[in-house]
Nanobody, 119 residues
């Protein structure tokens, strides 16, 4: 099982970016999916997650600006980031709780995708 993230890049303050993360491999089922971020010198923090049923949860710092969604048919989670601020600059990591065929549920991580917000 692999998670492949994409969509990072450079944005101006107030701009938007959309991150995607697709899970692939011998997947039986996917439970929660989410996004974390880590800025230089800081600990990794939860940005948002979405359950298999579509319930969502956001960090206070991104509420009202970021929207997490998922396409279960494509095993993909998205993060729409609007009204970006310089403090959103970080490496963003997708995460998913997956039951792979023949295995118990466990955490999987995608590679980081860099988001830089600067004028």
């Amino acid at each position: 099982v692999q998670l492949q993230a994409s969509g990072g890049g450079l944005a101006h303050p107030g701009g938007s970016l959309r991150l995607s993360c697709a899970a692939s491999g011998s997947i039986f089922s996917i439970n929660a999916m989410g996004w974390y971020r880590q800025a230089p010198g800081k600990q990794r923090e939860l940005v948002a997650f979405i359950t298999s049923g579509g319930s969502t949860n956001y960090a206070d710092s991104v509420k009202g600006r970021f929207t997490i969604s998922r396409d279960n048919a494509k095993n993909t989670v998205y993060l729409q980031m609007n009204s970006l601020k310089p403090e959103d600059t970080a490496a963003y990591y997708c995460n998913a709780l997956i039951i792979a065929l023949g295995y118990s549920m466990r955490d999987y991580w995608g590679q980081g995708t860099q988001v830089t917000v600067s004028s």
